[in-house]
């Protein structure tokens, strides 16, 4: 008899009590016939009461418990090492702040055995505008920048497999077999925000395509403006991505593009109240210790090449097409940017 394919579901935590109602009380009756499912969370040292919940009304679900917040990118970290040590097949990085349908695993094993893979996303819609999408695969801007696409559109329904850049991390099925070749889960330098970016991108270097598996569905309580007063980590890990992740031919390419974003980005952080933030990631990104280890990571993402860079960053977007962002000024940026990435993609041959 076949041995079952195993699948750990990972739910970072943090201070996360008040979304457990309706989180846990579905996804701790979810049984499959096909594989094997176990459930972790790993919780960063919470305040709250998350922990106790957890343990006195689902006791088969397994707690890891943080000394310290270590971040969305180190929890789950730590659960894929967990993963790891305990023979998965398949792992699921899921929310704290979602909530799931039933089944909703099934859609993603059935594609999983049959193709070859990096990672899965799940339609994500919003919370509780169940009919209004979050996102239907998240869509990379060539200059570091990472959006949900279609959201805030209403669902059409739309059942079609297809490629996408990268998936969210609210709700990704990721293969261990393409993490093996990876060598991680997360780069542990970005703590949060734009890791699942990073993650999408990587792996579609090493010759593995993202698919988002619209059969399977959950509902995402995502909050923009929460996201948004992060600016800190979305520019620093922004730059990070880019400078390690692009062959140094597309850098300089994109450079005078870059340039105009960057006094943008700046002059936006000053507008709202955030440009000690835009400098930090400055600080930050170009310190001496932190430039070292970015050398090191290219280094080795780079040796790792499967695929040429026209391939790979082609289909990436020269407009940011993101409801919540939706502006007159970024529609006047979106005509510049697009226009220039239309015309220096097709020169990318290497």
């Known amino acids: 008899m076949q041995k079952k394919s195993k699948i750990i579901i990972i739910i970072a935590s943090y201070n996360g009590q008040e979304y457990w109602s309706d989180l846990m009380g579905l996804l701790s009756k979810e049984r499959y016939d096909d594989f094997d499912l176990e459930i972790l969370v790993v919780d960063n040292n919470s305040s709250d009461a998350s922990v106790e919940y957890i343990e006195s009304r689902y006791p088969d679900i397994k707690i890891i418990k943080n000394k310290e917040n270590t971040g969305f990118v180190g929890a789950n970290n730590i659960g894929y090492e967990y993963a790891l040590q305990n023979?998965?097949?398949?792992?699921?990085?899921?929310?704290?702040?979602?909530?799931?349908?039933?089944?909703?695993?099934?859609?993603?094993?059935?594609?999983?055995?049959?193709?070859?893979?990096?990672?899965?996303?799940?339609?994500?819609?919003?919370?509780?505008?169940?009919?209004?999408?979050?996102?239907?695969?998240?869509?990379?801007?060539?200059?570091?920048?990472?959006?949900?696409?279609?959201?805030?559109?209403?669902?059409?329904?739309?059942?079609?497999?297809?490629?996408?850049?990268?998936?969210?991390?609210?709700?990704?099925?990721?293969?261990?077999?393409?993490?093996?070749?990876?060598?991680?889960?997360?780069?542990?330098?970005?703590?949060?925000?734009?890791?699942?970016?990073?993650?999408?991108?990587?792996?579609?270097?090493?010759?593995?395509?993202?698919?988002?598996?619209?059969?399977?569905?959950?509902?995402?309580?995502?909050?923009?403006?929460?996201?948004?007063?992060?600016?800190?980590?979305?520019?620093?890990?922004?730059?990070?991505?880019?400078?390690?992740?692009?062959?140094?031919?597309?850098l300089l390419i994109i450079f005078p593009a870059w340039i105009l974003m960057e006094m943008g980005q700046i002059f936006f952080a000053i507008i709202n109240k955030r440009f000690l933030q835009k400098l930090k990631s400055y600080t930050w990104l170009f310190s001496f210790w932190q430039w070292r280890l970015l050398t090191a990571k290219r280094k080795i993402i780079q040796s790792k090449r499967k695929r040429k860079d026209r391939k790979i960053v082609y289909k990436f977007s020269g407009r940011i097409l993101f409801q919540p962002l939706d502006s007159l000024p970024l529609k006047i940026a979106n005509i510049f940017f697009g226009i220039y990435w239309w015309l220096i993609k097709n020169i990318i041959f290497w």
Do not use: C
């Open 87 to 250: 023979n998965a097949d398949y792992i699921y990085l899921l929310n704290q702040d979602t909530v799931i349908t039933p089944g909703f695993l099934q859609p993603l094993y059935d594609f999983a055995i049959e193709n070859k893979f990096g990672s899965l996303q799940s339609q994500l819609n919003l919370w509780p505008e169940k009919e209004k999408i979050n996102t239907v695969g998240n869509v990379i801007h060539y200059l570091g920048f990472g959006f949900g696409k279609n959201s805030g559109k209403k669902d059409k329904h739309k059942k079609k497999i297809k490629k996408i850049h990268y998936a969210s991390g609210a709700g990704v099925f990721v293969s261990m077999k393409a993490l093996d070749k990876l060598g991680h889960l997360f780069d542990e330098t970005m703590f949060m925000y734009l890791e699942d970016l990073d993650l999408g991108w990587s792996l579609n270097i090493l010759g593995y395509d993202n698919y988002l598996v619209p059969a399977s569905k959950i509902y995402h309580k995502y909050e923009f403006q929460r996201a948004m007063s992060q600016l800190h980590w979305f520019e620093r890990n922004r730059l990070w991505v880019m400078l390690k992740n692009y062959k140094l031919g597309t």
